[in-house]
Nanobody, 125 residues
Framework: QVQLVESGGGLVQAGDSLRLSCAASERTFSSYNMGWFRQAPGNERKFVAAISWNGVTTYYADSVKGRFTVSRDNAKNTVYLQMNSLKPDHPAVYYC??????????????????WGQGTQVTVSS
């Protein structure tokens, strides 16, 4: 069982930056592919970014390419989501998730095995 704890959310203004962190309890964290998803009230959870278990490959939703960067520090059992040039948007909860096995299907919510409780991000205009 992998426990994931997100942090770093908050209220920021449009154009600001924010870095989310997701700490994992599992010592075998380095074997998990990690993803970030966001969910606004009343909407389905949507893919934001993902990184392969070895950090070699990253994936991004088209809407965040060039603004967001996903990274990981396997020594700290932590994955990060650096969000720059944030756009005004409805409040959303950002979730991190862990997927065992091959680094495929990382854009697909149902492929993930474990989820954190989420951290809320609100970007005001």
């Amino acid at each position: 069982q992998v426990q994931l704890v997100e942090s770093g959310g908050g209220l920021v203004q449009a154009g600001d930056s924010l870095r989310l962190s997701c700490a994992a309890s599992e010592r075998t964290f380095s074997s998990y592919n990690m993803g970030w998803f966001r969910q606004a009230p009343g909407n389905e959870r949507k893919f934001v970014a993902a990184i392969s278990w070895n950090g070699v490959t990253t994936y991004y939703a088209d809407s965040v390419k060039g603004r967001f960067t996903v990274s990981r520090d396997n020594a700290k059992n932590t994955v990060y989501l650096q969000m720059n040039s944030l756009k005004p948007d409805h409040p959303a909860v950002y979730y991190c998730a862990a997927k065992s096995g091959a680094a495929i299907g990382l854009r697909v919510e149902r492929e993930y095995d474990y989820w954190g409780q989420g951290t809320q991000v609100t970007v005001s205009s």
